[in-house]
């Protein structure tokens, strides 16, 4: 790249003038981790330019993920502001944006994902960028259950004039192991191709009972079908076993900022120490607790398997106009059975999309794209989670402190799914007439939705300098819900509903310079709320209930980005102003509110990079109810010895409700900063780090207790031995601090669970290039 010319003329006799041009300048060698010349497709339409987009975006690179060591969706964080998370129980399935869970895509099409922030794991094997965008999603990719913000990966693409290989070899701390294969070549030059890549994980794990298993196989094929059409399909197969990893019960300050534990086995009303409702615990001890001992159990089953297929064809109609097609097909079955007798089975879920996309270029300041969009979900799963009760056991106690086996009365209210196995009916029923349901609801279903989606997007350049974006879209819904395993003896509970959603945007763009760019944009969308799966359930009067779909959210952000062409850095911040729903454990929404600011910064040149993210999240209650498992920790405890707690007698769980407010949601920082650089020590051997801080926060609702300020410093360092072979170490939380999270996003469990997150760690990487 130029950064600058000096132009000089010879003086030469008057017949002949020669013009002599001496160029000068320094060349900036980019490493990939900076996302300023990373373009976006799929959202916004295709091939658009990060400075060009009226949103908080940070595009991921292959590159940043490998210098970031970046493994799993939590570590996004990393990098983008506001997307701080809860554990997920272990196994992060969703992104968490500006304090809310957010959605995931894929190639710009909505995946599945499971049941909420508790579904199925991500492998990054298929994946190639990932762009983390703020906001609800775009008209072009409709209507959606969350709106705090969305990732969409992109699939790796097969090579048409080229052919490569890459081995990955892992091994860290507590027995972790991972291989991967990523091989791609041209089948026939500038024509076709194909690339394959295959994945096994292997973990042990630090935390008691616990380990992760996955393979995935991803292949893909490219063919240029001639010079106006492309097509590009993948498929992935990915198996995964793992662990729910509910972290550690009784969170007291005393437990955050000192690792001490309350003893003592929780005794319900009628006199049972089989964890229950309402149970009280006196107090035996006070002990420092190894952070390891976490609430799993080894006779735990769980796992899930999913197939997923992409499909992606183009064709340029004319010089103005381009079609595009996105097909997608994903399978999902998942099993999970708990002796704390939690139970939840995915006996199957398939959902099918596929949209077209016509964009037409009117003139040079003027285009349109246009998309229809069908979508079809359907939903076959059971769920039992009305008997789990965390605060009750004596983590420090035997294995049997933490089991729940359903006493008789608790199976009436439950049905048989196979032996041993009970979980909730999909609907109420009244046996005894006596006017109440005797049944205990979950998210069981069986459910079918179809969603056709009609949108526009219509952007213009006004003048030199100013730009205009404007969308709509309408997303008609075809619902239909039943009951799976309906008690015996029974009619069969079931319903329907067609509902339409709107969603509509616009934005504005104004060129300061040649460097900096303002925007400022706002939404408008009505959203839905589902169960397992993207399921829809039966609520207790036994409809699908029209709150559902009657989701609205509202979304403005204004903005500036930096992007010098004549250096190496990038720059942007945005505030922001969102108000959307938050979906309850039992099924019902919460309002929220979010307010705040985010800056992002990034310099990329050899021999170092660096980049620095900083956020301000000021997220409440939109005088909405909220619930929580327990009110406060002090429930479960008598009041016997003050020394150790001044317990409250109350019991718990007590499924505490919260009368409408403007309260701060509990669980999430309100600060955050992340800083990441490194260098090339020399040609062949380079150093770098990842840091994040975050601000102390509440972890419940009522604020009792404090998750303090806290800092995680990870190092690397790697060693080219050549142009092929490179070896890496990364030393992860390096100062061995004993940091704390959230298990579970908007705050229910707040009162009741925390995860201590790893204590330092480390892992060798060998990469071989071939």
């Known amino acids: 790249m130029v950064l600058y010319s000096n132009l000089s003329f010879a003086a030469e006799p008057p017949a002949k003038t020669i013009e002599v041009i001496q160029v000068l300048g320094e060349t900036i060698n980019e490493k990939g981790v900076s996302p300023k010349n990373a373009t976006i497709d799929g959202p916004f339409g295709d091939e658009i330019e990060l400075k060009d987009i009226a949103r908080a975006v940070t595009p991921i690179t292959s590159e940043m993920m490998q210098q970031l060591n970046m493994t799993d969706l939590q570590d996004i964080q990393k990098v983008s502001p506001n997307s701080y998370s809860a554990s997920g129980f272990g196994a992060s399935s969703l992104p968490t944006i500006r304090g809310q869970l957010g959605e995931l895509y894929q190639d710009g ?9 508790f579904g199925v794991p991500l492998s990054f094997n298929a994946i190639e960028q990932i762009d983390v965008i703020k906001g609800p999603p775009p008209v072009l990719l409709g209507t959606s259950q969350r709106n705090g913000g969305f990732v969409n990966l992109h699939s790796k693409v097969a090579p048409t004039n080229e052919k490569f290989g890459k081995l990955n070899v892992s091994a860290g701390s507590w027995d972790h192991y991972r291989a991967q ?91 049972s120490s089989i964890p229950g409702a309402n149970a009280i615990v006196s107090p035996t001890g006070l002990v420092e607790i190894d952070r390891n001992r976490v609430l799993t159990d080894p006779d735990n089953t769980n796992g899930a398997s999913t197939f997923l297929l992409h499909s992606i064809y183009t064709l340029e109609l004319s010089e103005k106009a381009t079609l595009k097609n996105i097909t997608y097909y994903q399978h999902l079955t998942r099993e999970e059975i708990a002796q704390n007798s939690f139970v939840e089975i995915i006996d199957g879920a398939d959902t099918a999309q596929n ?48 089991r729940i086996p359903l006493t008789a009365q608790q199976q009436a209210r439950l049905v048989e799914l196979r032996p041993g ?61 039943r009951d799976p395993i309906a008690p015996v003896g029974q009619i069969v509970a079931s319903d329907s509903i067609n509902e339409m959603l709107n969603s509509a945007q616009i934005s504005l763009s104004y060129r300061v310079s040649q460097d900096f760019t303002a925007y400022a944009s706002a939404s408008y969308n009505e959203s839905t709320s589902n169960s397992m799966a993207g399921g829809n359930t039966l609520g207790a009067n036994n409809t699908i209930s029209l709150q559902n779909f009657a989701t609205e959210n509202t979304f ?11 250096n190496a850095w990038y720059a942007d911040a945005a505030i922001f102003d969102q108000k959307r729903s938050l979906r309850n454990r039992d099924g019902s929404n919460t309002g929220i509110r979010t307010k705040g600011l985010e800056l992002q910064a990034f310099y990329d040149a050899s021999p170092f990079w660096l980049s620095a993210g900083y956020s301000y999240l000021d997220a409440r209650f939109d005088d909405s109810a909220s619930s929580q498992d327990s009110a406060q ?77 806290q800092y995680t410093l990870n190092i690397n360092t790697s060693y080219d031995f050549s142009e092929r072979a490179r070896l890496r170490l990364d030393i992860n939380n390096v100062t061995n601090q004993k940091n704390w999270r959230p298990v579970f996003e908007g705050g229910y469990f707040g009162s009741t669970l925390v995860f201590p997150e790893l204590p330092v760690n480390a892992t060798v990487t060998l990469q071989y290039s071939f």
């Open 556 to 566: 403005t952000e204004i903005g500036i980005k930096y992007a010098p062409t004549d």
């Open 109 to 117: 099409i909505r995946r599945q994902a499971g049941n909420n922030g």
């Open 355 to 402: 949209r077209l996309e016509l964009a037409y270029q009117w003139n040079d300041t003027q285009s349109t794209i246009t998309a229809v969009d069908v979508r079809y979900n359907k939903v076959l799963g059971y769920s039992q989670f009305t008997t789990e009760a965390d605060l009750p056991i004596d983590l420090t106690g035997p294995i049997g402190n933490r």
């Open 181 to 271: 294969i990523d091989f791609g070549s041209d089948i026939v030059e500038n024509e076709s191709g194909f690339r394959i890549s295959a994945e096994h994980i292997d973990n042990g794990s630090y935390y008691d009972y616990s380990a992760f298993k996955s393979d995935s196989v991803f292949l893909a094929f490219r063919l240029l079908v001639n010079q106006n059409s492309s097509w590009d399909i993948n498929a992935e197969y990915y198996d995964v076993e793992f662990t729910d990893n509910a972290g550690i019960n009784r969170p007291t300050q005393a437990l955050i900022d000192s690792g001490l534990y309350i003893t003592g086995q929780g005794i319900q009303p009628n006199g």
């Open 633 to 709: 920790v002090a429930d479960a405890f008598d009041n016997s010895r003050p020394d150790i707690i001044e317990g409250t007698g109350v019991g718990a769980p007590n499924f505490a409700s919260f009368a409408p407010t403007n309260r701060r949601v509990q669980g999430i920082p309100e600060q955050t900063t992340s800083l990441n650089g490194g260098v090339d020590i020399t040609e062949k051997w380079q150093a770098g780090f990842s840091g994040l801080y975050t601000m102390s926060y509440p972890l419940d609702y009522l604020a009792t207790v404090y998750i303090r300020d």
């Open 421 to 481: 196995v009970f979980v909730s009916p999909g609907a109420q029923y009244d046996i005894n007439a006596n006017g109440s349901g005797d049944f205990s609801l979950s998210d069981t279903t069986d459910s079918t939705s179809w969603q056709t989606g009609l949108a526009i997007q219509h952007n213009s350049q006004w003048t030199d300098t100013f730009f205009t974006s404007v969308g709509y879209r309408a997303d008609f819904y075809d619902v239909k819900a």
